[in-house]
């Protein structure tokens, strides 16, 4: 068996196996020469020539590398590799975006064809969302190119506004025209009742080899009028009697086999059931990683700043496992759903070494630190978080193939699968708020919200335990402990290393047509200048579109990428650089490391407590003012409330939530107080971009000033949040409305 506790294991770095590597730390570039031994490297200047010396930041002095100063810098994200020992990038010959071809995409959305024709044609024509005669030239575009493969009714302008959104239009994507509509499972509309008639004709067709479903569907009915008629003796309204579809849906979705058994026979059974062949397969480590996400079995809470705890419901897990070695390379809990963010968080976490584990598990196995690398290949199932054009070009950048898992398959991903199992019997179900089935736990009279104690940071800590533990424990699908199976693994074929920063802007959201003034952009209330202003104007202003500009004024629309985890800063395409280059918000203090959830819920509140929301100072103030409120309320609101408020107090995931002073003067005798030191009042107008609630007599609001972009429906690429639609909130409490998750349907099965 490998030896797991050895003391300090070779770093094992596919890259770095070939003297004449040349790769970065920290923007520094280094040259890769070899190791001297007992951790010691050989690492030269690129600019001098000299060996490299790093400062210990124990002691403050020069040193020779050490192993675990370069394994420090890949935890921490601060590696790249610039160019290898034969002189060839790094990101040559990736592979393509994804494993769908034209064909498959337009299998799961015909219709995405007839957008990306109409947009292109729209596109050649000169016409964009805000042209007076669009929804003339979508008439007409249609009728001659469309109309006959795809039918005469042709979508509204306001539909074709939107697909604008979704995709840049001068350059339509056919990937990211697919449409999740109807890729999400229905909400039940059946009455109770008439859906045990459903059930239990489902049960009798699967018991005899001649029954149908229309049989099914003249008993249920049959049954039902029977039911009408006593419910009517009685004054009941009468039910109604369900479609045809939602009997074959019914039984189709019972379809297993031992209910096909039962009808055709064991020999039928046999072979309709038969596996069609093998499945997934990885011959060493990060050849292929599985990523999945599932809702934890237990109850966690969110806690006052009083120290009282209140449970918030099921918090969201998503876990990459590689599948050569059963080893668990990332993992993510939040109370937020799965989005394209929280998987390229995953994957970030994949790639980093894990030296924030503690220090007895470091000491003991030392080789748990090493289980990250970049995956050569990511397997996912086919929700909206893993299908999202962001995510797939974000992998196809990193180098890494996209593969998807048949629809309805589990067992393409049993090893997540049965992970899950484990976690739930080694963990969760020793833990206070763990839940069963609702049938269960309302026979047991048990309601897990009721022992629920644990905060998110700890049920962390318990989750790293288990997965330590697991790491070491004999796993009886590969015969061996996966560090173990790991640690021989990178020994024969050693680990790439993963340049997050090619993933990370793919994370972010694309907003188009945003407009660039020399007072900056504008964005949801707050302003974007302070970074390389004058490159972003030379570059864009000269080449944006005359109809586009604003007389006297240096400005022009440009497209932005926005970081929904910080609104402190947004990114700005330069044309010239071909990159996207930094601004931050002129609110710095306020807006660094605020989610965009965060500050909309704080604007929301400053609204409905008539609270000013202009200046920096008057924005952290409401900010406080709102977590006070939240502290005050979270007693009183439901489990469901206290979801949304865990997911808006959690803050970025990754990062450090924002810390925002508040000071505080003490009283005089004539009942003011002492100024105390802050910043000064705005020089400019901060607000041109809202609109005046009452203009004067006679005068049309028409918005700010000459830079203030008044169009308040921002859309999205699909990726993440929907910019368009306003934030519902409560008008008693103040809080948003929480959206619909799985926790909602399982509240409603136990009550």
Not at 97 to 116: C, G, N, S, V
Not at 613 to 632: G, H, K, P, T, V
């Amino acid at each position: 068996m490998t030896d797991i506790l050895r003391h300090q294991p070779p770093l094992h770095i596919a890259e770095l196996q070939k003297p004449g590597t040349i790769f970065a730390v920290d923007d520094k570039r280094l040259v890769w020469r070899g190791e001297f031994g007992d951790g010691e490297l050989n690492i030269e200047d690129f600019d001098t020539g000299q060996l490299y010396r790093p400062i210990d930041p124990s002691t403050g002095i020069r040193q020779v590398a050490q192993s675990q100063w370069l394994q420090k810098a890949i935890a921490d994200g601060t590696f790249r590799i610039i160019a290898n020992a034969d002189g060839s990038k790094p990101e040559e010959g990736k592979p393509p975006r994804m494993e769908r071809d034209r064909d498959e995409t337009l299998k799961a959305d015909p219709y995405a064809e007839a957008r990306q024709t109409l947009l292109r044609a729209l596109h050649e024509e000169g016409f964009d969302r805000s042209h007076k005669e669009l929804d003339a030239a979508v008439e007409r575009i249609w009728k001659t190119k469309l109309a006959e493969r795809f039918g005469e009714k042709r979508p509204a302008a306001s539909t074709v506004c939107e697909w604008m959104t979704w995709t840049d239009p001068t350059l339509p994507s056919l990937s990211q025209l697919i449409s999740d509509s109807g890729r999400v499972q229905r909400a039940k509309r059946l009455d109770p009742l008439v859906q045990e008639v459903v059930d239990r004709c489902r049960d009798w067709y699967w018991e005899d080899r001649g029954r149908q479903i229309k049989d099914a569907v003249a008993r249920g009915g049959t049954g039902i009028i029977r039911l009408n008629v006593e419910r009517h003796a009685q004054g009941f309204p009468p039910l109604k009697l369900p479609s045809r579809e939602a009997y074959r849906r019914t039984i189709r979705a019972s379809e297993c086999r031992e209910n096909y058994e039962r009808k055709f026979g064991k020999v039928a059974a046999e072979r309709y059931w038969r596996p069609s062949g093998l499945g997934a397969s990885a011959r060493y480590a990060l050849e292929l990683v599985m990523i999945d996400d599932t809702v934890l079995d237990v109850v966690a809470c969110i806690q006052s700043r009083g120290g009282r705890r209140f449970p918030a419901g099921r918090p969201y897990l998503i876990v990459a496992i590689d599948l050569a070695t059963r080893c668990v390379v990332g993992w993510v809990l939040s109370f937020k759903p799965p989005s394209v963010h929280t998987a390229f968080e995953c994957l970030k976490r994949v790639g980093r070494d894990k030296t924030g584990l503690s220090a007895d598990w470091l000491a003991r196995y030392p080789v748990l630190s090493q289980i990250a690398g970049k995956p050569g290949s990511v397997l996912t199932d086919n929700g909206s978080n893993y299908t999202a054009g962001a995510f797939q070009d974000g992998l196809a950048e990193a180098g890494i193939t996209l593969s998807y898992a048949a629809i309805r398959a589990p067992k393409a991903k049993a090893v997540v699968e049965r992970f899950f199992r484990t976690l739930v019997t080694w963990l969760l179900a020793k833990l206070p708020g763990h839940t069963l089935d609702p049938k269960k736990l309302r026979q047991l009279g048990y309601d897990p919200a009721t022992k629920a104690v644990l905060l998110v940071s700890e049920l962390e800590m318990l989750i790293q335990e288990f997965i330590n533990t697991y790491h070491i424990s004999l796993h009886s699908g590969i015969g061996e402990q996966p560090a173990a199976a790991w640690l021989r693994s990178i020994e024969a074929h050693p680990r790439s290393v993963l340049d997050e920063r090619k993933i990370e802007m793919m994370g972010y959201v694309t907003l188009h047509g945003r407009r660039l003034t020399t007072n900056g952009v504008r964005w949801r209330g707050l302003i974007y200048r302070m970074g390389d202003m004058k490159s972003l104007l030379d570059a864009n202003v000269s080449q944006g579109a005359m109809k586009n500009r604003l007389p006297d004024v240096a400005a022009c629309n440009v497209k932005i990428k926005i970081d929904p985890e910080n609104v402190g800063h947004i990114w700005v395409w330069n044309p010239i650089l071909n990159s996207y280059v930094e601004l931050r918000s002129t609110q710095d203090d306020y807006a660094w490391g605020l989610t965009l959830d965060q500050h909309e819920q704080a604007k929301a509140w400053a609204k409905t407590a008539t609270l000013a929301f202009n200046s920096e100072e008057e924005r952290i103030l409401a900010l406080d003012a709102l977590n006070e409120f939240i502290e005050q309320v979270i007693p009183d609101v439901s489990v469901r409330e206290r979801r949304a408020i865990a997911r808006t107090a959690q803050g970025p995931i990754g990062t450090p939530e924002p810390d925002v002073p508040i000071l505080h003067a003490d009283g005089r005798h004539d009942g003011l107080g002492e100024i105390v030191e802050h910043d000064d009042a705005a020089a400019e107008k901060l607000d041109g971009d809202v609109k005046p609630s009452r203009p004067a007599k006679g005068v049309t609001a028409t918005g700010g000033s000459h830079d203030a972009d008044s169009r308040d429906a921002d859309k999205n690429d699909g990726t993440a949040f929907d910019f368009g639609q306003a934030p519902e909130f409560d008008p008693q409490t103040g809080l948003f409305v929480p959206p619909e998750d799985d926790d909602e349907k399982y509240e409603q099965e136990y009550s």
